[in-house]
């Protein structure tokens, strides 16, 4: 984990998932799941936006895979909350 593919291929599956999360309009977290057919086409599964979050998830262990740890994930989930907050009172207005 996370899955010995080629690094182009990585590329797009990255590209895909940042697109349908995108396209969507999603915010904070999610665990976008595709397949990779046997021609190396991308298939989106499913965007799961309450991934999994005890220490035996793949969520958390995606991440620190990719060298963020468990600690700096919490941290920075909360920071991101923090500025969607700020961002979602910056807009509102009072009568």
């Known amino acids: ?3 010995q593919i080629p690094s182009g291929v990585n ?12 396209t969507l309009g999603c ?7 595709v397949f990779l057919t046997p021609e190396n086409e991308v298939v989106i599964n499913e965007i799961n936006t309450l991934p ?3 220490n035996i998830s793949m969520y958390p262990k ?6 963020l740890g468990y600690t700096d994930l919490i941290s920075r ?4 909350a923090l500025e969607r907050h700020a961002a979602d009172n910056a ?3 009072t009568m």
Do not use: C, H, N
Request: net charge positive; charged share 20%.
């Open 91 to 93: 807009l509102k207005t």
């Open 77 to 80: 989930l909360i920071e991101l």
């Open 52 to 54: 999994g979050f005890t």
């Open 27 to 33: 915010a904070g977290m999610a665990r976008v799941d």
């Open 11 to 22: 590329d797009k599956i990255r590209a895909i998932a940042i697109q349908a999360y995108q």
């Open 62 to 67: 995606l991440w620190q895979a990719s060298g």
């Open 1 to 3: 984990m996370p899955a």
